[in-house]
């Protein structure tokens, strides 16, 4: 099971190993990504042939796996909680800060608050409770008094703005790299408009029924709000007798990989094993 599909790269790779008796069964919440999942696999299927594992897609937010799943259960369980590199490089879906788009940051479009209601309507003080506590910024009380001020905020670039000029770039700890100073604030934004962390609970909470004994469960996180919760739960899983935890301390990405992919910079991977 991939839970977090995306344009289909970890499934692609997960699909090659199954073989033609396995079976890949994928999740995303965003039609848009769901449908070039299912162009990247088809024509993986192609190339395949025989070879090509059944393949069932869901257009579900992975919360709902032990719902959809129905009691079955899975050898393998992926979940990349880091946002997709497809949501940062299209400007019209508002998630990044790098070109000028409408904020929105939904990635299911079809429902749910964009963030351009959000930072126009949120009272200001919590807006910055929501920036404080999902984007872990210390300026957020600053940030939010200039959002308010500033409104109405309709496009990334304006929001992006907004925040550099209240709270300007730090000079980075030890061993960090620099980050626009809006990096902050459009995690916490994007963090609360999708409900990321409940979801993320969610799916941690049903994965040990999910996960047959002796499957793995594989958990790729991108900033600290997430992978505190990995541990945590493989930690109290494995005090349960639920999960062996497989990394002591988590895989990141060496020079090389990060050369390449840059940002696999901060990704964090934590494995476990069901007992």
Known sequence: MDATLGFAGHASEMA???????????FDRDPEALALARERLDALSAELGAEMPAVK????????????LQGRQV???????GVSSMHLDEARRGFSFQAEGPLDMRMNPRTGTTAEQV????????????IYEFGEERRSRRIARAI????????????ARVVAAAAPAMKPERGRHWIHPATR?????RIYVNAELSEIDALLAAAPGLVKPGGRLVVISFHSLEDRRVKD???EGAQQGVWEVLTRKPETAEAEETDRNPRARSAKLRAAERK
């Open 75 to 81: 050898d393998g369980l992926l979940a990349d909680f």
């Open 16 to 26: 090659r190993r199954l073989g033609p008796e396995g079976t890949l069964i994928g």
């Open 148 to 159: 308010a001020r500033a409104r109405p905020v309709t496009t990334t670039a304006q929001l």
């Open 185 to 189: 604030t459009f995690q916490a934004l």
């Open 57 to 68: 897609l869901h257009d579900v937010e992975f919360s709902q796996a032990a719902e959809v």
């Open 233 to 235: 739960a493989l930690r």
């Open 119 to 130: 930072v126009n309507r949120m009272d200001e003080k919590e807006l910055a409770d929501v």
